[in-house]
T-cell receptor
Framework: NAGVTQTPKFQVLKTGQSMTLQCAQD?????MSWYRQDPGMGLRLIHY???????DQGEVPNGYNVSRSTTEDFPLRLLSAAPSQTSVYFC????????????FGPGTRLTVL | AQTVTQSQPEMSVQEAETVTLSCTYD???????LFWYKQPPSRQMILVIR??????QNATENRFSVNFQKAAKSFSLKISDSQLGDAAMYFC??????????FGQGTRLTINP
């Protein structure tokens, strides 16, 4: 039982490049979400999903895309990376929604040059 | 948009003493959930305690307890008998619409031996 896994742990991109941050869970959780953490600003919700085939925007969705084709996976895509997207990204899952205990992945530190 | 405010960027306490971290939030809803999450240097986010707004009794988890003042929209965390392992960033969070978790800016807690 791996819980919530994120890959990669670290990534450096050049402005304009695209990439996908991976998030996978083996807890059969319906709810999955992506956050970014910037110094002095706490965690901010990017996108979330309440189940396979369903996604919705959070507080800061611009520049990011998501899809949820399976219960287990919830990838986050940066279509054209910008320096403002330099941050630590966390994936979180819970049984059915935001009111449940969130289980966080270890995070991905992304630097955009 | 709902907001969560942690007015203490940093706090310190002597080992074995008690410390209280403050959190205020803004909402027009009557039923909601509040959380305290801990982020140690390992960066892993861990749920400390959860409070349901319709429950008047303050939540407790071992050495951790909250003072929930619904009318004042205040949700403070008290840590008793502080231990070195309690050193971390602590984030207050509010659930918006049952799906969107909103975090405060965080309080860095230092434990002095």
């Amino acid at each position: 039982n791996a819980g919530v896994t994120q890959t990669p742990k670290f990534q450096v991109l050049k402005t304009g490049q695209s990439m996908t941050l991976q998030c996978a869970q083996d807890m059969n959780h319906e709810y999955m979400s992506w956050y970014r953490q910037d110094p002095g600003m706490g965690l901010r919700l990017i996108h979330y999903s309440v189940g396979a085939g369903i996604t919705d925007q959070g507080e800061v969705p611009n520049g990011y895309n998501v899809s949820r084709s399976t219960t287990e996976d919830f990838p986050l895509r940066l279509l054209s990376a910008a320096p403002s997207q330099t941050s630590v990204y966390f994936c979180a899952t819970s049984y059915s929604g935001g009111m449940d205990t969130q289980y966080f992945g270890p995070g991905t530190r992304l630097t955009v040059l | 948009a709902q907001t969560v405010t942690q007015s203490q960027p940093e706090m310190s306490v002597q080992e074995a003493e008690t410390v209280t971290l403050s959190c205020t939030y803004d909402t027009s809803e009557s039923d909601y959930y509040l959380f305290w999450y801990k982020q140690p240097p390992s960066r892993q986010m861990i749920l400390v305690i959860r409070q349901e707004a319709y429950k008047q009794q303050n939540a407790t988890e071992n050495r951790f307890s909250v003072n929930f003042q619904k009318a004042a929209k205040s949700f403070s965390l008290k840590i008793s008998d502080s231990q070195l392992g309690d050193a971390a960033m602590y984030f207050c969070a509010y659930i918006e619409g049952a799906q969107k978790l909103v975090f405060g800016q965080g309080t860095r807690l230092t434990i002095n031996p």
